[in-house]
């Protein structure tokens, strides 16, 4: 049977699918496969269970270096630090002032961070979680004039008017301030406390942002919103007296934003490095004023504030330690099992079997 000229030019016009006789497409490249031995994989597991056992001791032992410092001041009994303030109101205009004095018997090495501690604030929760407008806090008009449905019931105030920052997170934002002062030859003397650069980099330089509008100032910037969520004394554009740390890109509200995963968290308030105390705190008496005026009674959390130093691996962490010395642990121990399973078996034949 012949075929037509026709059916020819038509076979020979499909592209072939066979693959390029290359090495790689066929598939002809040299392979290596290990051959695992026991004197291949006992020196691993040996290796790398003494390695990570060593690095899990200089991280524990770094830990251990830090010095630490905190004091509760929920004031959640008669007598407690603060328990003339069981009553406080969130938004209250006149907080309640409290204040204690403590002693310092080591230096701390500075830089020392200054801490808040909030226990049993559930900031995980996802529908807390997720009740903010990150394009919003990006510095995006729209957003401002028009919060996303998440922020609801924190989304529009009684009079349609948009909360600006909207949400929940922002809504709840921990609002007590501290000054701590040092007692030396007979008189307090005021420790600086930093706030800048207590924000990521990445926050304060890139997700959070101040609106702007035909160069007009902050104030009018946010003059179509409320200003400030429900629970806020001040607005948003007066976090701050200095006037390059108000808006969204307050570090205070920054840090506040960075929602923790536990139940129980710390967020850095300050950091003690300049003035006097740029190589620390040093050993003696100290007096702490407090502006309370974040209750925490209502949800049975507490809360507390500290101080602590620093070294190359940054706060006070052991976790990490223990996990490299436990992992490690299991690889030696797996690797005295295996070697005890080979020298008794090493003699053994499939004929003795």
Not at 251 to 272: C, G, H, Q
Request: glycine share 6%.
């Amino acid at each position: 049977m012949t075929m037509a000229p026709k059916d020819i030019q038509s076979k020979e016009s499909v592209p072939s699918q066979r693959p390029d006789n290359t090495a790689f497409t066929q598939q002809r490249l040299p392979a290596w496969q290990p051959l695992l031995s026991a004197s291949i994989v006992l020196p691993f597991f040996f290796l790398a269970g003494f390695s990570f056992i060593a690095v899990g001791i200089g991280l524990f032992y770094s830990s251990n270096s830090i010095k630490e410092c905190e004091f509760d001041y929920t004031g959640s009994q008669p007598g407690d630090r603060c328990g003339e303030c069981l009553n406080v109101v969130f938004n209250a205009t006149h907080p309640c002032n409290c204040n204690f004095t403590f002693n310092l018997t080591d230096v701390f090495q500075g830089p020392v961070f200054m801490y808040y501690e909030l226990s049993n604030f559930f900031q995980n929760h996802f529908r807390y979680m997720a009740s903010r407008d990150d394009t919003q806090l990006s510095g995006y008009l729209s957003n401002l004039k028009s919060p996303v449905n998440a922020c609801y019931p924190y989304q529009y105030d009684e009079k349609n008017t948009p909360y600006a920052p909207c949400g929940a997170v922002a809504n709840s934002m921990f609002n007590d301030v501290f000054k701590l002062s040092y007692y030396v030859n007979g008189n307090y003397t005021e420790v600086p406390l930093t706030g800048k650069g207590i924000a990521w980099w990445t926050d304060y330089n890139i997700k959070f942002s101040n609106p702007t509008e035909d160069n007009k100032t902050l104030t009018a910037v946010f003059e179509d919103t409320t200003q400030k969520p429900p629970q806020w004394a001040v607005p948003v554009w007066q976090l701050s007296d200095d006037a390059t740390n108000n808006g969204f890109v307050n570090e205070d509200f920054i840090v506040w934003m960075r929602t923790a995963a536990l139940p129980s968290f710390r967020k850095l308030y300050r950091r003690i490095e300049s003035g006097n105390f740029t190589e620390g705190l040093p050993v003696g008496q100290y007096f702490l004023q407090i502006d309370y005026k974040y209750p925490v009674l209502s949800f049975n959390g507490r809360k507390k504030i500290v101080f602590s130093s620093v070294s190359w691996m940054g706060g006070k962490n052991p976790f990490l330690g223990i996990a490299y010395i436990v992992f490690g642990s299991l690889c030696v121990f797996f690797g005295i099992l295996m070697l005890i399973v080979f020298l008794k078996t090493q003699g053994t034949t499939n004929d003795d079997m």
